[in-house]
């Protein structure tokens, strides 16, 4: 049977292609945008694809946009709305790290204890949080994003065992890398600040990294594989994907107890 959905950051993206792949499948789905423009956009595009989506601009830290989520009902929450910055932890600038806590972290959880109070209301339904692998893995020049999708492993699993009693799910997926432009465009971002004559870090060193970005996986697999677990029942708290990453991803959470400094 068909779910209500209610997605953020459905402008672009994993997020968009899922808003469009669910719908698709019969789901009533309210999608959100950061921006008006991506609004009109997202719009045009379900009606080209003939489906009826509800969408509506909602900046997440804006608390005007916030409050509008109180006028839907839903059976499943996606907490996908997110930015994406990298940088030296040692270098970056303040303001950036605390910009990416605002929207990753405070302005995420705060549309969540708006899901979770209408679904304790009810007494069932399920609230999913896009995670990433970088919830788990830490990767040099990744950490302002790493470091708020630490936090929300930490939040998802506590609020797991919170909401268990009445009768709401919780569950993350974390998609490894992939091609959407959403890590291409973040590594761009530190070039803004960064001045080789001020900054001790080596600029080599962070183009090095960057040239992991070239081997990108194709998001459409990433958009099924989320199709298939945002409106499911059952399956397991966390979903990683694809396989290799999360093969990856053990390997290095068992390394991490046999750590050195």
Do not use: C
């Amino acid at each position: 049977m068909g779910k209500t959905i209610f997605i953020t950051g459905a402008g672009s993206g994993l997020g968009k292609g899922a808003a469009l792949g669910l719908a698709k499948k019969g789901h009533r789905v309210i999608a959100t945008t950061e921006l008006t423009s991506q609004k009109t956009d997202l719009i045009r595009e379900s009606a080209e694809q003939g489906l009826d989506i509800d969408v509506f601009k909602l900046d997440i830290t804006n608390e005007r946009d916030r409050d509008q989520i109180e006028e839907y009902n839903f059976d499943v929450f996606v907490a996908n709305a997110a930015i994406n910055e990298g940088g030296p932890l040692g270098e970056v600038p303040m303001d950036r790290f605390r910009a990416l806590f605002e929207v990753n972290v405070f302005a995420t959880l705060e549309t969540v204890q708006i899901a979770a109070r209408k679904l304790v209301k009810k007494g069932s339904g399920k609230i999913v949080f896009m995670s990433s692998m970088a919830g788990i893995s830490a990767t040099p020049y990744v950490g302002p994003y790493t470091a708020t999708k630490h936090a929300i492993e930490g939040i998802a699993q506590t609020l797991k065992k919170e909401l268990k009693e009445f009768g709401v799910k919780v569950a993350t997926i974390n998609p490894g890398a992939f091609e959407t432009g959403f890590n291409k465009r973040s590594a761009e971002e530190k070039w803004k600040w960064f001045d080789e004559q001020k900054n001790f870090t080596r600029k080599e060193d962070m183009e090095k990294q960057e040239e992991a970005l070239k081997n990108q996986f194709d998001p459409e697999d990433m958009i099924k594989k989320m199709i298939e677990i945002i409106p499911a029942d059952h399956h397991k708290f966390r979903t990683v994907y694809p396989e290799e990453t999360e093969k990856q991803l053990k390997k290095t959470e068992k390394e991490r107890w046999n750590m050195e400094i």
